[in-house]
């Protein structure tokens, strides 16, 4: 159903002919998944495009960043928990490469993860958590609030139990976005490319896809712009968030029923009266929130920031559009809950409050890989854990992109994900109550 792409395709013999003038692969999409596949494939010996009509302004500009495979595990979802850890134990290697090929410092944050209940019941449900962790056996344990109290010191008065996750880290994800956009993008058109070495495989183009183009015998060819411009490539993947099963709709032979859950975090800037250390998330009174601080700003450089932090907090989960509407309801509940755990909240000053919707699936799961259609690879759907997910998303694309097998163990972790599965007989995506497609942009 798959046949790969390989670096150099155009010599004979070496996977599907590439036409003169057209690249090994044009990637849909330019948030985190979208680059982080696209920077992968340059290094792997690929030649890429990148089309999105803003780069990084999805999902990927509101999310916290959180990489947390065990805080994040619920019942049921056995699969989801096995492809989270997979996808935590891709990050320090991809956070490495990056540093060395560009630079930069994508924050990511070691520290672990704190997570409290505010009273009883939420205690209660905080323990039920725990035992699910210990039926997997995960790194988690229950600690007393005297001891989350020596872990950050500034937890309110009123706090009922808690819990240690501490293989739970976080990472800084438009940091990390925009060192995969400076390593990729020439800022300029197609046939310009950027930087030198592996890089200078790629470009970065502001246009929006408007189809998919098939040859006759339906084998994916390009994508058409919505400048009328052919962008012809080898394979194409799209990575194009929630709106990636709006491009696909019309398709035949491949079902990506991706849906927008829209999600609002805010922005804080803490001095060093709320010196947070760890990512704290909480329970109160049933509802979830969190709390991500980033590195503080580096000291010594004699301005007023000196000692202080971006710190976020999220997230509202709304099954709405992506109307990009920041609403005083869902920043008065993030705002309510967090200042319950940590009072010092009050003090710090509200930066930016960001509405984006996340790529959700009907199974809570991505879509990751070659599809049934030749030419035709997704990446999507990634819901709340996308930032996580993007380094092992990366990974399995460019090994379906060059046909180059994955270790054992992720490739089980990835079984879960295969593209083909919402195709099979029974399941009616355009009836399905969970696929809402918009108008395309
Ligand atoms: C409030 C909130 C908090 C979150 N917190 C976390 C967290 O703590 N940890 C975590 O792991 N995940 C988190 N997530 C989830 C994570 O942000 C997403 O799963 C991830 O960003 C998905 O990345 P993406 O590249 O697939 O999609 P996006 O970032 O949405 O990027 C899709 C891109 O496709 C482009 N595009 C769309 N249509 C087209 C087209 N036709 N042509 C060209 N380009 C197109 C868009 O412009 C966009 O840039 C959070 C999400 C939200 C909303």
Redesign the pocket.
Known sequence: MHTPVRPGSRSPGAGPAVPDGARDVVV????????AVAWRAARAGLTVTV??????????????????PVTEADFGEDDALRLHLAAAAAWPGFADDLHAATGADVGLRTAGTLTLAYDADDLASLRRVLALHAAHGLASHELTVADARRLEPYLGPRVAGAAWAPADH?VD?RATHAALLGALDGGAGPETLAGAGAEARAAVVR????RLALDPSGRVVGVHDDAGRLHAAGAVVV??????GT?LMDVPGVVVPTRPV????LRLDAGPDLALEHVVRGVVQGRPV?I?PRDPVPDGQGHDCAGHREVVV???TEENPDDRRATAGGVFALLRDARALLPGIDEAALVDV?P????ATPDNLPLVGPTAVPGLHV??G?????????PLTADAVVAGLTGTPLPADVAAALSPTRTDRFAEPGFDARRSAAFSPTT??
């Open positions: 849909v999409g330019g948030g985190i998944v979208g680059l089309l999105d009509p803003s780069p990084g302004d999805g999902a990927t500009h509101a999310a916290a960043g959180m990489l947390a976080a994800p246009a929006s896809a408007r990575a194009a968030g929630w709106e990636s491009l829209k999600g609002q975090t969190y991500v999220g997230a509202t960001t984006r919707a996340r790529p990446a999507t990634h819901g709340r854990n996308g930032i996580l997910l993007a395309p942009r």
